[in-house]
């Protein structure tokens, strides 16, 4: 596999875009915005109504969203493209090719750039312990960028909470993510990780300009996508918030353990919590620190009062 990793390039909408490329300019019936989506109500920022918002589950843009899934055992999926050819004095002929889509298994990390906002902000040493970890992303696609299965809301990046003591980092192999060594209890079972990743979009849903629009480059200042950690934070602790691979082959390949891997996720948790002392390596995209305070927060005194 070729090792890439994700960057700030945003495609245009939901059903994507192409642009031609300058040596066709040269043509007669040359035409140079005829493949771009335009939004039907353009964005203008002095309209924007903050606290409105639509989430969407997910977000699969271009030919993400309508490819084949993966089968036998392949990691990358597939679609057919058809682009029909006319030439003068011949008739129609139609090229047809089989593409493969990047996945999960190829990708090495992503780019720190596409990070706007992380909760509980980095290195904060009193943060609630009633708020779930989070993460924030620019592009409102990209936890579901590199997902092999089209419209399943399967993410191919989970976020992690580890607790300290419970955690030991690993330099990794030059060119590749850290690595952090930790134990199966500290990571959230993935049976519904879909439930924890979504995009925001401003304004509500039924009104206004369509989604479509609304994923388009004119609206992407106010576009975001969020992973969210259900762990429940401990008063007086410290944890390790990860944005690690949810697919087995991201694992393999970030790890440079010249295992292919497969479409599994990258781990499985016992329901009786029996292998919580069971230790696995992950390879670390992202990572940051950060402190909960003294119990006594709204929410533990909320409690109080009910007792």
Not at 32 to 53: N, Q
């Amino acid at each position: 596999h070729r090792r890439i990793v994700a960057t700030g390039c945003r495609p245009v909408g939901r059903r994507g875009s192409g642009q031609v490329t300058n040596s066709l300019e040269q043509l007669p019936n040359f035409v140079r915005d005829a493949y771009r989506l335009k939004p039907s109500s353009p964005f203008a920022p002095e309209d924007t109504r903050l606290g409105s918002y639509t989430f969407l589950s997910s977000v699969q843009s271009g030919i993400g969203a309508v490819v084949t899934a993966p089968g036998g055992g392949a990691l990358r999926a597939q679609i057919n493209v058809s682009l029909p050819v006319q030439a003068e004095g011949l008739g129609d002929l139609a090229v047809s090719q089989a593409l493969e889509v990047r996945g999960p298994g190829d990708v090495i990390g992503i780019d720190e750039g596409q990070i706007i906002r992380r909760y509980p902000t980095p290195h904060t040493t009193n943060a609630e312990d009633t708020f779930l970890v989070h993460v924030e992303f620019d592009r409102p696609e990209l936890p579901w960028l590199f997902s092999p299965k089209a419209q399943t809301g399967i993410p191919w990046l989970v976020l992690v909470v580890l607790a300290d003591g419970r955690w030991t980092p690993r330099a990794g192999v030059p060119g590749l993510p850290a690595q952090v060594d930790t134990f199966l209890g500290e990571l959230q079972p993935l049976g519904d990780v879909s439930q924890w990743a979504h995009a925001q979009l401003i304004g509500p849903a039924t009104t206004g300009p369509s989604i479509d629009d609304r994923l388009t480059n004119a609206y992407a200042p106010v576009n975001l996508s969020r992973l969210l950690c259900p762990r429940r934070l401990e008063p007086d602790r410290q944890y390790l918030a990860c944005v690690v691979p949810y697919y087995d082959a991201g694992r393999q390949t970030a790890l440079d353990t010249g295992i292919l891997g497969t479409l599994e996720p990258a781990w499985a948790r016992r329901p009786d919590g029996s292998d919580r002392d069971t230790a696995i390596t992950l390879p670390v995209y992202s990572s940051w620190r950060f402190g909960i305070g003294p119990d006594g927060d709204f929410g533990s005194l909320a409690k109080k009062l009910l007792g």
